[in-house]
């Protein structure tokens, strides 16, 4: 006899619309994402290696490269901290004015960055609200270590000061991505229950390691999301920060703002090169972060 053979059928998905679906996925982010950057990378193709190498190594180049990349990880890990502080207050917390203050978080999502940028000028400019007051401190603050650690030249590498210079990179970087870290976290916190800290403190823990080894840990993947998410927003950012960083080439002059010069000057090779390094680098790093996420989650787990 001969044996039956099974004849396999499809499986049917409980939710319907999956081909069409995917279909659509793929268009769509062709359409937004691999089209858009796949051009960027043709039109930087026009160069020669050698030409490529020299626009992309220039010593202009170079140091906007330090300058975006440094103090976008500067803001992000700033964002980091005092975002998580935040976070705990708004959800730990009631306090009169906390829905304002919880609202206000939103503030850089919704406000144009221009107008981001023209505002922190108005408070942190030698003039301005402020300034008046910090910046001449500012100023003291850093020839007192230039006096105290002479091999370092800190007005070069901090500014004089607060607004034309570079510290007004960091603090309008430090603005657009507060709220990524603060709405990464909150949700986490509000389904972390506050019996297990009681938990921990009826075992004999104090504050410290109650932090440390049950809270932080549970709030490790999300943190560093809000990390991720706040530095890609600041590497990225320009409308804020023209108006407040002097654009001083060689100094504060960020690579977003050196890429529409070049733009300006028609050089769109030269502009795509620099904008390329900085796809990839960008990509890089945000490849490492998200290893060091999952990381984190499976050491979580076990």
């Known amino acids: ?103 206000l978080v939103d503030l850089p999502f919704a406000l144009p960055t221009a107008v981001a940028g023209i505002a922190l000028t108005a408070i942190y400019a030698p003039n301005g609200w402020l300034g008046r007051w910090l910046d001449p401190l500012w100023g003291a603050g850093v020839r007192r270590l230039a006096e105290w650690v002479p091999v370092v030249d800190w007005a070069g590498l901090l500014g004089t ?62 943190l560093i999301t809000g990390f991720t998410l706040a530095f890609a927003r600041a590497l990225g950012e320009y409308g804020s920060v023209v108006f407040i960083a002097g654009n001083q080439p060689m100094h504060s002059e960020i690579t977003p703002l050196l890429i529409i010069n070049k733009l300006e000057q028609y050089d769109y090779r030269g502009a795509t090169a620099i904008a390329v390094v900085m796809l990839v680098a960008s990509f890089v790093l945000l490849l490492l972060i998200n290893l060091l996420q999952r990381w984190s989650r499976r050491y979580h787990r076990v």
């Open 161 to 222: 000061k607060l607004a034309f210079d570079r510290p007004g990179v960091f603090l309008a970087l430090t603005f657009v991505g507060l709220p990524f870290v603060v709405r990464t976290l909150q949700p986490v916190l509000e389904e972390l229950e506050p019996e297990l800290e009681e938990a921990a403190a009826t075992l004999g823990a104090n504050r410290w390691q109650t932090m440390t080894r049950v809270v932080f840990p549970e709030l490790r993947p999300a």
């Open 1 to 103: 006899m001969s044996p039956t053979l099974a004849v396999s059928r499809p499986r049917r998905r409980i939710l319907p619309g999956f081909g069409l679906s995917l279909g659509f996925t793929l268009v769509y982010l062709s359409l937004i994402v691999l089209i858009p950057l796949s051009a960027a990378f043709l039109r930087a193709g026009g160069l020669s290696l050698a030409d490529f190498w020299a626009t992309v190594t220039a010593p202009r180049v170079l140091v906007s490269y330090r300058l975006s990349f440094g103090v976008s990880l500067l803001a992000a890990l700033v964002n980091a901290g005092f975002g998580l502080i935040l976070a705990w207050v708004l959800v730990r917390y009631r306090f009169p004015g906390r829905r304002i203050v919880d609202a």
